[in-house]
């Protein structure tokens, strides 16, 4: 099942459709790290990995529309200043040079300014949203992969790097039975016929030409 999020875009009237299935997933199982084990744990790590993508998806794609927001309800205020502000005072009979306090209130009462500055706050409503959700799908990823212990090494997060021995577990090596209660000769003996044979050459070292 598909869920979706309808949240303001840049421009007024409409809406940019988001999509939370894998979001809303990886918040639904949250609950499952209290029994989670190494067998479940690393597809539970991928389910929080997958609505973690998506909600720096969207968080980047809102980050750009509340620029463009600002930016109108920036212009707009522009206009207001160069062209409203003037007009206004000239109306109501206030001579002199505009202060500050007159300015700001002719901005606060402009009706289109009010809606493209809500636009842009409602915009970045939904984009902390999305980052407070990351924070805490972060932190279910953090605490599930502590099942691993230190064991598991996570420290080298490039892909293809080369990893230095102290990177994994090292395990014992493991005598094959019955290897210890052989005599000492029929070790070393046995150790012997493991050993590839010696290379023949007829190159003695510094004394004249190979014989072929």
Same mark, same amino acid.
């Given at each position: 099942?598909?869920?979706?999020?309808?949240?303001?875009?840049?421009?007024?009237?409409?809406?940019?459709?988001?999509?939370?299935?894998?979001?809303?997933?990886?918040?639904?199982?949250?609950?499952?790290?209290?029994?989670?084990?190494?067998?479940?744990?690393?597809?539970?790590?991928?389910?929080?990995?997958?609505?973690?993508?998506?909600?720096?998806?969207?968080?980047?794609?809102?980050?750009?529309?509340?620029?463009?927001?600002?930016?109108? &309800?920036?212009? %707009?205020? *522009?206009? @207001?200043?160069?062209?409203?502000?003037?007009? !206004? /005072?000239? #109306?109501?009979?206030?001579?002199?040079?505009?202060? &500050?306090?007159? %300015?700001? *209130?002719? @901005?606060?009462?402009?009706?289109?300014?009010? !809606? /493209?500055? #809500?636009?842009?706050?409602?915009?970045?409503?939904?984009?902390?949203?999305?980052?407070?959700?990351?924070?805490?799908?972060?932190?279910?990823?953090?605490?599930?992969?502590?099942?691993?212990?230190?064991?598991?090494?996570?420290?080298?997060?490039?892909?293809?790097?080369?990893?230095?021995?102290?990177?994994?577990?090292?395990?014992?090596?493991?005598?094959?039975?019955?290897?210890?209660?052989?005599?000492?000769?029929?070790?070393?003996?046995?150790?012997?016929?493991?050993?590839?044979?010696?290379?023949?050459?007829?190159?003695?070292?510094?004394?004249?030409?190979?014989?072929?």
């Amino acid at each position: 099942m598909t869920v979706k999020i309808d949240v303001p875009s840049s421009v007024l009237g409409q809406t940019i459709t988001l999509n939370m299935t894998e979001i809303t997933s990886a918040e639904g199982r949250f609950d499952e790290i209290a029994t989670v084990n190494t067998h479940k744990a690393p597809e539970l790590m991928s389910c929080f990995v997958r609505g973690y993508a998506w909600c720096v998806e969207h968080a980047t794609n809102l980050t750009a529309e509340a620029v463009k927001a600002e930016t109108a &309800a920036n212009f %707009r205020k *522009a206009e @207001i200043i160069l062209e409203e502000v003037p007009r !206004i /005072l000239l #109306e109501k009979g206030i001579s002199g040079k505009s202060n &500050a306090d007159y %300015r700001d *209130a002719i @901005i606060a009462m402009d009706k289109q300014h009010i !809606i /493209l500055k #809500e636009q842009f706050h409602h915009i970045e409503m939904y984009r902390d949203m999305f980052k407070g959700k990351m924070k805490t799908i972060e932190l279910a990823y953090m605490a599930v992969r502590k099942v691993f212990g230190s064991s598991f090494d996570f420290s080298n997060r490039n892909l293809g790097s080369n990893h230095s021995p102290s990177s994994y577990t090292e395990f014992p090596a493991q005598d094959i039975k019955g290897v210890k209660d052989l005599p000492l000769e029929v070790r070393e003996q046995n150790r012997a016929a493991e050993l590839p044979p010696p290379i023949q050459s007829s190159i003695r070292a510094g004394f004249g030409k190979a014989k072929y």
